[in-house]
């Protein structure tokens, strides 16, 4: 799991992996109603860069998706600093990544490759 895309408003979760893992992942997204963040989008590809080797050695692989029509305002420039943030999003965006993480640790097995 890695997120490399801003913390905006968080919008669900990119997710590539097989059926059943992607199934399962699925079932966590209704948790995330109340912060508006439940679409499961599914790729071919790593969602995110750092996580590309695990991703393709076969372990699913799951990125934020958050809005992201701000991420090159500021993007490795002098300006991107925490000042730009909105609190309130980036709490979201942890509160999705600590979900997804917390449900998928405490399976019963680990996601299916």
């Known amino acids: 799991m890695e997120s490399d895309g801003g913390v905006f408003q968080p919008l669900g979760v990119v997710f ?12 966590v997204a209704p948790l995330l109603a ?9 790729t071919a590809e790593s969602p995110e860069a750092d996580i590309g080797p695990l991703v393709e050695a076969g372990v699913p692989g ?6 992201v029509s ?3 305002w500021y993007h490795h420039t002098d300006g991107d600093t925490l000042d730009k943030l909105d609190p ?9 990544m600590a979900v997804v993480a917390y449900v998928v640790a405490d399976l019963p097995e680990a996601l299916a490759r």
Not at 88 to 96: Q, S, T, W, Y
């Open 34 to 42: 109340p912060i508006g963040a439940t679409r499961v989008s599914r």
């Open 62 to 67: 799951l990125g934020l998706d958050v809005e």
């Open 16 to 27: 590539v992996g097989s059926d059943s893992a992607a199934a399962v992942i699925g079932e």
């Open 88 to 96: 309130a999003e980036v709490a979201r965006c942890v509160a999705l």
């Open 70 to 72: 701000r991420y090159f």
